[in-house]
């Protein structure tokens, strides 16, 4: 079994033209698909990110406001599954509730170990 990382892009917008209730149902669609992947003992982590942010460069040189990218690019959130390879972690994603709001995409990365890279 290997450790992937997914990161969540898009749906914000349509995620806002929600009302509140159809919000908390949506949220309620998640918490659902990630029990099923906890029972499982395929969750390991995973929360939502802040839109704001900081940007280091260069050591801290220069810090500025962001990330700043289009809606869709947003990185919004993030999971950590365990899956026995990269074609079962891209089969898990697809059940993710992003897509139910138009969202852009979730990449999935293998997470290596310091020896491996």
Not at 10 to 39: C, F, N, P, R, T
Not at 60 to 78: D, I, Q, R, S, W
Request: charged fraction near 25%.
């Amino acid at each position: 079994m290997s450790n992937f990382l997914y990161l969540f892009r898009g749906g914000d917008d349509a995620y806002g033209k929600l009302s509140q209730e159809e919000k908390q149902a949506h949220m309620q669609v998640w918490g659902a698909w990630m029990g099923k992947l906890q029972e499982k003992g395929q969750l390991l982590d995973g929360l939502p990110l802040a839109e704001d942010g900081k940007v280091v460069h260069n050591r801290g040189e220069l810090v500025t406001n962001g990330p700043f990218a289009e809606g869709a690019e947003l990185v919004g959130g993030y999971l950590i599954v365990s899956a026995k390879d990269m074609d079962e972690a891209v089969e898990i994603s697809k059940g993710c509730p992003i897509f139910d709001y138009e969202g852009s995409n979730v990449e999935v990365r293998e997470i290596l170990s310091m020896d491996q890279h």
